[in-house]
């Protein structure tokens, strides 16, 4: 499946953070997903093939890396307050009906 | 501007009776339905999916009926059993566009024994 890390972090505001994903075996898109407290998940962006495929609404201090095994990256700089949340990262495969199957997140908490 | 909602954020069924979940969006571009299950401390996790070109779309006891006019989807779960209880969430997304799902707020089902 996919895995994430670290499972739960926490940062002061303007500090920067990196979150961690490994992808199922055999996907080569990654997408990345904010969930705030009591909200479904929203799209930030996606990868294939180490290039961003679309963005959401987050501001460029949103950031990704696609390794070549497919893994990825999510970093965020100056964090501020409302960046607390669980991100969570979904990989799938680039071909036809496109199902996300998701990690359990990494839950960053700001203060 | 939410997209997709789910505007009821909880629902207690009686174990053996049908679950209904809805789910509304307001863009005329989706054409790709999903129902996501989520228990805590796990990832959502793929339920069932239908396209735009159906109207209904069946796995075992899980049923999604699109009324495209309406823009309205719903999602059936007959009988509903405990190991349902759990957070779900709707998704929508373009079939020309795989790379972005809008997602709704979800729904926490509590199916009581």
């Known amino acids: 499946g996919v895995t994430q890390s670290p499972t739960h972090l926490i940062k002061t505001r303007g500090q920067q953070v990196t979150l961690r994903c490994s992808s199922q075996s055999g996907h080569n898109t990654v997408s990345w997903y904010q969930q705030a407290l009591g909200q479904g998940p929203q799209f930030i962006f996606q990868?294939?093939?180490?290039?961003?495929?679309g963005r959401g609404n987050f501001p460029p201090r949103f950031s990704g890396l696609q390794f070549p095994n497919d893994s990825s990256e999510l970093n965020v700089n100056a964090l501020e307050l409302d960046d607390s949340a669980l991100y969570l990262c979904?990989?799938?495969?680039?071909?036809?009906?496109?199902?996300?199957?998701f990690g359990a997140g990494s839950r960053l908490t700001v203060l | 501007d939410q997209q997709v909602k789910q505007n009821s954020p909880s629902l207690s069924v009686q174990e053996g009776r049908i679950s209904i979940l809805n789910c509304d969006y307001t863009?005329?571009?989706?054409?790709?339905f999903l129902w996501y299950k989520k228990y805590p401390a796990e990832g959502p996790t793929f339920l069932i999916s239908?396209?735009?070109?159906?109207d209904k779309n069946e796995d075992g006891r899980f049923t999604v009926f699109l009324n495209k006019s309406a823009k309205h989807l719903s999602l059936h779960i007959v009988p509903s059993q405990p190991g349902d209880s759990a957070v779900y969430f709707c998704a929508a997304g373009e079939a020309n566009n795989f790379n972005k799902f809008y997602f709704g707020s979800g729904t926490k089902l509590n199916v009581k024994p």
């Open positions: 979904a990989s799938s495969s680039n071909s036809g009906a496109n199902v996300l199957t």
């Open positions: 239908i396209s735009s070109i159906k």
């Open positions: 863009n005329s571009m989706f054409d790709y």
């Open positions: 990868y294939y093939r180490k290039e961003e495929n």
